[in-house]
């Protein structure tokens, strides 16, 4: 079964770092764009960016550049969303999901890491 | 490309026939134009991609049309686990890849 594991709810304070997990399974995780999608509480879904863990090649929203980081490790089928300063406004959910390859949609979602940034 | 989804809410009962519209900023090239459904406190799920491929194991009550800027998401005789929000999003042009802002199907 293909899945997107990802990493535990996070609260951390104004200013700190973090970074959280999406780890695939079932299929070859270096072959396939992962995604990731920012859901604010009560909001909609916006794309953040896509990385292609094959070669790390990595496309950022322009509302995003320079605000997160994405990356991968092909080795442990691992994908990451780092900050290096949070702020109160980047509490929210954070999916990943898997692009199928033939198109850029996205077939495989995780079920989320909620982020909490408060003083 | 900017995506503009309506009604924001659609009131309805089960058994009924929703119909939901995208409309984009400009053309969607190869029609790629996906639809997702978000139950509450749930990941978002794929219905729809290339605006009228059900994804695998969605049943055939979702059907989706359309090409250019107008695209529709129908669901015919709403099941109670139809109530939910539904989002499109397009992929035809560079990233960034944007969602629409959702609409709310409700009983």
């Known amino acids: 079964e293909v899945q997107l594991v990802q990493s535990g709810a996070e609260v951390k304070k104004p200013g700190d770092s973090l970074r959280i997990s999406c780890k695939g399974s079932g299929y070859t995780f270096s072959t396939y764009w992962i995604a990731w999608v920012r859901q604010m509480p009560g909001q909609g879904l916006e794309w953040m960016g896509i990385?292609?863990?094959?070669?790390?090649?990595?496309t950022y929203s322009p509302s995003f550049k320079g605000q997160v980081t994405i990356s991968a490790d092909e080795s442990t089928s691992t994908a990451y969303l780092q900050w290096s300063s949070l702020k109160a406004s980047d509490s929210a959910m954070y999916y990943c999901?898997?692009?199928?390859?033939?198109?850029?949609?996205?077939?495989?979602w995780g079920k989320g890491t909620t982020v909490t940034v408060s003083s | 490309i900017v995506l503009t989804q309506s009604p924001a809410t659609l009131s309805l009962s089960p058994g009924d026939r929703a119909t939901l519209s995208c409309r984009a900023s400009e053309s969607i090239t190869g029609r790629y134009l996906a639809w997702y459904q978000q139950s509450p406190g749930q990941a978002p799920r794929l219905l729809i991609y290339a605006a009228s491929n059900r994804a695998t194991g969605i049943p055939d009550r979702f059907s989706g049309s359309g090409s250019g800027t107008a695209f529709t998401l129908t669901i015919t005789r709403l099941a109670p686990e139809d109530f939910a929000v539904y989002y499109c999003?397009?992929?035809?042009?560079?990233?960034?890849?944007?969602f629409g802002q959702g609409t709310k199907v409700e009983i």
């Open positions: 999901a898997r692009l199928p390859g033939y198109q850029y949609h996205m077939d495989v």
């Open positions: 999003q397009q992929y035809g042009s560079s990233p960034p890849w944007t």
């Open positions: 990385i292609y863990p094959g070669d790390s090649d990595t």
